[in-house]
T-cell receptor, first 112, second 109 residues
């Protein structure tokens, strides 16, 4: 069964450093998303991506964040200068359309 | 905006039935999803309701009333592996999901 994959599973970085989180969505899906979940809190939407451009972004997704689809399979989230409060689980998801979204296993980001 | 409410915790006995309620207030309506999330793992899709009524899928059923802004997830014949957080989510116009805080279900032997 096709699945969304994410790398790395765990990333530890120092405050102020740049991180790139990688995702491979399900191959025939057209819509891609990033969500995050701070420990003990709810899953929060960050950004959605369709047709090679951002379709919507949340207030959390400020200038420190960017997304890219560098080739036909990868979808990346970059945080330019990490802050302590960026520590969270980051989930990539994809969908064919207005249907269920399939989530990857997540990347646990720890900023020290 | 979206406002989604669900209970924080529920406890039930193995083999029993549990009903998790969700109320929502949305600017538009594009259906309602239920996801299961085990601790430290990703949400996994359980059900999607867009029309009023009950959708049954094995041990899990989901109900929707659009006029009341209300849904529930029914878990039957509870098993220990059903101990997890259950997330109610509504999609916006561009399909982004707004999640409730989740209901942690603990199944006891």
């Amino acid at each position: 069964e096709p699945e969304v994959t994410q790398t790395p599973s765990h990333q530890v970085t120092q405050m102020g450093q740049e991180v790139i989180l990688r995702c491979v969505p399900i191959s025939n899906h057209l819509y891609f998303y990033w969500y995050r979940q701070i420990l003990g809190q709810k899953v929060e939407f960050l950004v959605s991506f369709y047709n090679n451009e951002i379709s919507e972004k949340s207030e959390i997704f400020d200038d420190q964040f960017s997304v890219e689809r560098p080739d036909g399979s990868n979808f990346t989230l970059k945080i330019r200068s990490t802050k302590l409060e960026d520590s969270a689980m980051y989930f990539c998801a994809s969908s064919e359309g207005p249907t269920e979204q399939y989530f990857g296993p997540g990347t646990r980001l720890t900023v020290t | 905006g979206q406002n989604i409410d669900q209970p924080t915790e529920m406890t039930a006995t193995e083999g029993a039935i549990v009903q998790i309620n969700c109320t929502y207030q949305t600017s538009g309506f594009n259906g309602l999803f239920w996801y299961q999330q085990h601790a430290g793992e990703a949400p996994t899709f359980l059900s999607y309701n867009v029309l009023d009524g009950l959708e049954e899928k094995g041990r899990f059923s989901s109900f929707l009333s659009r006029s009341k802004g209300y849904s529930y997830l029914l878990l039957k014949e509870l098993q220990m592996k059903d101990s997890a957080s259950y997330l109610c989510a509504v999609p916006g116009d561009d399909y982004k999901l707004s999640f409730g805080a989740g209901t942690t279900v603990t199944v006891r032997a």
